[in-house]
């Protein structure tokens, strides 16, 4: 069953606009992380925003933000002021932290396309 | 610089041959891991390791084995190609602070 769901696959925004990208997740365990991720076309996977469910960690802040509504199992990805650079693909991340039987599962990710 | 690289980037494939991903990785990380990329469905895990000589199954882990000779290499292995594998393939690796992970640019697969 899929742990990670991005409801949207694409997504068009003009540029300087604000974007919010969903995601939800399933986890009985109590020790997670959850993760977004902005994929490059050079292939590299870019780090945005680490979530522990205890605090914000921020690993890139400026104009990227989270929502982290952990009751709802809920974690939004904010975007301020839409730059033509953003567009990209963008996944969420799960990460349950259990022993050694642990790695990060993700969503099918959000193509965003940003218009001058 | 934590840096994860993976050989070929690319690489055309028989149906029935054998392929293998190499990835390799100077981070020191302990945690190395497999995934395929496939339109709507994202990424998922393939196989994964913790510690050389070492693997352990994913969540899609048949038609594809894992080796990992040294904390530093970790390879995937397809005895069979098949079309169905066909997809850009990732590998990463785990640790520093907060466990964040690093990719590698992907290796994309055709199998014909």
């Known amino acids: 069953a899929q742990k990670v769901i991005q409801v949207w696959s694409t997504t068009s925004r003009q540029e300087g606009e604000k974007l919010t990208l969903d995601c939800s997740y399933k986890?009985?365990?109590?020790?997670?992380?959850l993760f977004w991720y902005k994929h490059l076309l050079s292939g590299e996977m870019v780090l945005l925003i680490r979530?522990?469910?205890?605090?914000?960690a921020i690993e890139r802040s400026g104009r990227y933000s989270v929502v982290f509504q952990k009751s709802r199992k809920s974690i939004s990805l904010v975007i301020s002021t839409l730059q033509p650079d953003d567009s990209g693909k963008y996944f969420c991340a799960l990460w349950e932290l259990r022993n050694n039987n642990n790695a990060p599962r993700f969503g099918a990710g959000t193509k965003l396309t940003v218009k001058p | 610089e934590a840096a994860v690289t993976q050989s070929p980037r690319s690489k055309v494939a028989v149906t029935g041959g054998k392929v293998t991903l190499s990835c390799h990785q100077t981070n020191n990380h302990d945690y190395m891991y497999w995934y395929r990329q496939d339109t709507g469905h994202g990424l998922r895990l393939i196989h994964y390791s913790y510690v050389a000589d070492s693997t352990e199954k994913g969540d899609i882990p048949d038609g594809y084995k894992a080796s990992r000779p040294s904390q530093e290499n970790f390879s995937l292995i397809l005895e069979l190609a098949s079309l169905s594998q066909t997809a850009v393939y990732f590998c990463?690796?785990?640790?520093?602070?907060?466990?964040?992970?690093?990719f590698g640019e992907g290796s994309r697969l055709i199998v014909v």
């Open positions: 979530q522990m469910p205890s605090t914000i």
């Open positions: 990463a690796s785990r640790g520093g602070s907060g466990n964040t992970l690093y």
């Open positions: 986890t009985s365990q109590v020790l997670y992380h």
